[in-house]
């Protein structure tokens, strides 16, 4: 194994690593120390691959991101109507983040838009929203960008966190903006009520 391989080998074991160290502690309780642990590396090793802790947070936000618009996309190729689309994407990214903060209460920082990377990530979900909104807004009346109907779907998802009581509750929320929205879009889709 090359000196570059074994590098990126070792920056992807302790992105893994780090996962699940973040979620447990939290970015403010989290230590180098105990990402050097949990990696099974010593702190200077640990340092000659990452610099800080901070641009080891940023790579896990990174590494996570890419994993779950990946599973997104993956799921969405089976998915025919807009409104099955949305869903499918707003579950899995709001709803899922949601159920793991449940399971792991410091995991919050994983979606605090105070870090770079996670406003990124939300960005980059955005992104991917748009695509799924652009053809049926361009066959609308409506005058809008499929950004801007992006926007305001990613920030009410945000909102709900706040007032979703349990998983049950955040998915009837997003049900529900889903088939607004769709209304919106395309009304003569079945859209309509919630499942």
Not at 117 to 136: M, N, R, W
Request: net charge negative; with cysteine.
């Amino acid at each position: 194994m090359t000196e570059g391989n074994a590098s990126t080998s070792r920056r992807s074991q302790i992105i893994d690593v780090a996962i699940g160290v973040f979620l447990r502690y939290g970015y403010a309780r989290t230590t180098m120390g105990d990402i050097a642990q949990a990696s099974g590396l010593s702190r200077p090793t640990l340092y000659l691959t990452f610099p800080d802790k901070e641009s080891i947070f940023e790579a896990v936000v990174q590494a996570m991101i890419d994993s779950k618009l990946a599973q997104i996309r993956a799921g969405l190729v089976h998915l025919e109507s807009l409104e099955e689309k949305l869903r499918f994407a707003c579950n899995a990214w709001a709803a899922e983040g949601f159920e793991l903060v449940q399971a792991h209460p410091d995991a919050t920082d994983m979606f605090d838009l105070g870090f770079r990377s996670v406003c990124a990530g939300y960005g980059a979900f955005g992104d991917l929203l748009a695509e799924i909104v652009k053809q049926p807004l361009a066959r609308s009346s409506l005058d809008l960008s499929p950004e801007a109907v992006a926007r305001t779907i990613v920030f009410a998802l945000r909102g709900f966190e706040d007032i979703a009581t349990d998983a049950v509750s955040m998915r009837e929320l997003i049900a529900v903006h889903v088939a607004l929205v769709v209304a919106a879009l395309d009304p003569q889709s079945r859209g309509g009520v919630c499942h």
